[in-house]
């Protein structure tokens, strides 16, 4: 745990075939950071294993926080944003590529897109206000079975030595990264919750925590979970911002990529399919890349249709994401998987809008078919020789185009790919 003590789209339809988001998602913690006119809203979705009478969570923040500002939302809301944004596996038929049938609005379930559905009390522990050295207690509140307090010092070893009399046992090594966070005026918000269904041991979700304060930059504290990390950390950024800041990027981390929009070699599950890419991709160091980035905006229907294939969710409706934190709509969503080691995370992560609008990018793979090898390379290998086709005269042509020759609609489906894949 990281943190722990549009424009339209021409696309055609294909059929969900995988993206399994518990594979996907496995230890890797999950953050939405919502920001616009110099204020954030963080939401922090966090899986524990333990004795949960035993969770503290410690987090920089750079004002005192008053139970106005932490929320707990709903669940879901995390569960369709993760499951909406993911890398998908998608299988397409010459029926879908060869048709007369063609939207604007990109996929939708109205628009012949099928998903296959198959994937698809707290007892509150009081935290303790006593004064060491230089620590305050700047204010205390409950919300949502979690104990709050936020906490300012002017010394990291009176900072612990508050934290260790209050229960929080602070792995050994973490004054200087505290002090790091005092010198820069930051405050602490420390957090305790008491869930009483879980057998201790059992890995599961806590109830995400949401904080909103004032901020200019754009930032993920990650020094901070140096302290207790035991290895490599990743983490998954849903980062949101208004439509016309467009698609969002790390600056103080290199930027990584992957292979995609190619046919699957081989019969494995996407999850581990997608695990060694990633492998692959990152090399053992730290980076980020991005799995998802496409506006927002709810048209004709009242979904969004912003999917080439559909998962099982359609759409971010504008309400989720004022629930999120951002009221500005329509937005844009970008999903970071950001991957560092301990060692490697030597700044807090910088986050930025580019500007850049009209992005229409997401991590897709393509069902290996016969059929589809001139459209679409194989994963590792590129297009084969003598490669199949759905472009034959017996078939229908794409875009009731009559006679128009094969060649002609696999330079206009062409174009529409990298139109939907652009990145400027």
């Known amino acids: 745990m990281i943190l722990l003590l ?33 204020q954030t809203t963080m939401t922090l979705a966090m899986d524990y294993t333990g004795d949960l009478t035993e969770f503290a969570l410690i987090l920089p923040v750079p004002e005192v926080l008053t139970a106005d500002d932490v929320t707990s939302p709903d669940p879901q809301l995390l569960e369709d944003l993760d499951t909406y944004s993911m890398p998908r596996e ?12 063609f939207s604007t609005l990109g996929c939708a ?9 198959s994937l698809s009390g707290f007892d509150t522990g009081g935290i303790g206000d006593a004064a060491a050295g230089s620590v305050s207690v700047e204010s205390s509140f409950s919300v949502a079975g979690y104990e709050f307090v936020v906490l300012s010092a002017e010394e990291s070893a009176d900072l612990e030595l508050w934290l260790d009399n209050n229960g929080y046992a602070l792995p050994a090594g973490g004054e200087a990264v505290l002090q790091e966070y005092i010198d820069a005026g930051a405050y602490f918000l420390a957090a305790k919750v008491s869930l009483t269904e879980a057998a201790p041991g ?19 504290p990650i020094r901070i979970g140096t302290i207790s990390a035991d290895g490599p950390q990743e983490v998954i950024v849903y980062a949101l911002d208004p439509q016309e ?44 890349l991005v799995e998802y980035s496409w506006e927002l ?17 359609i759409g971010i409706p504008e309400d989720q994401v004022h629930s999120l934190g951002l009221e500005s709509y329509p937005a844009h969503l970008t999903r970071l998987r950001l991957r560092y080691s301990p060692e490697e995370a030597t700044q807090d992560v910088a986050l930025f809008s580019s500007g850049i609008t009209g992005v229409t990018s997401q991590i897709r793979y393509i069902q290996a078919n016969h059929d589809l090898e001139d459209l679409y390379p194989v994963c590792g290998e590129g297009f084969v020789e003598d490669p199949g086709t759905c472009f034959t005269p017996e078939r229908v042509p794409l875009f009731g185009v009559g006679a128009a020759a094969p060649l002609g609609v696999i330079g206009a489906l062409a174009g529409l790919t990298a139109l939907r894949r652009r990145r400027v």
């Open 6 to 38: 549009s424009a339209a789209a021409h696309a055609f339809c294909g059929t969900f075939v995988g993206g399994d988001g518990s594979l996907l998602t496995n230890h890797a913690s999950q953050v939405v950071l919502a920001h616009e006119e110099g």
């Open 90 to 101: 998608a299988a397409y038929t010459c029926d879908d590529i060869v048709s007369t049938s």
């Open 109 to 117: 379930s109205s628009f012949g897109c099928q998903a296959d559905n």
């Open 202 to 220: 059992e890995r599961q979700w806590l109830p995400p925590i949401q904080i909103r304060y004032a901020a200019e930059t754009w930032s993920l």
């Open 245 to 288: 800041e467009g698609e969002v990027g790390i600056a103080n981390y290199p930027q990584v990529e992957l292979e995609d929009e190619c046919m699957r070699p081989d019969d494995s599950d996407l999850g581990t399919y997608y695990a060694d890419q990633l492998d692959a991709a990152f090399g053992g160091k730290a980076g980020w």
């Open 297 to 313: 905006e709810t048209v004709a229907g009242g979904n969004g249709y912003h999917c080439d294939p559909c998962t099982t969710v």
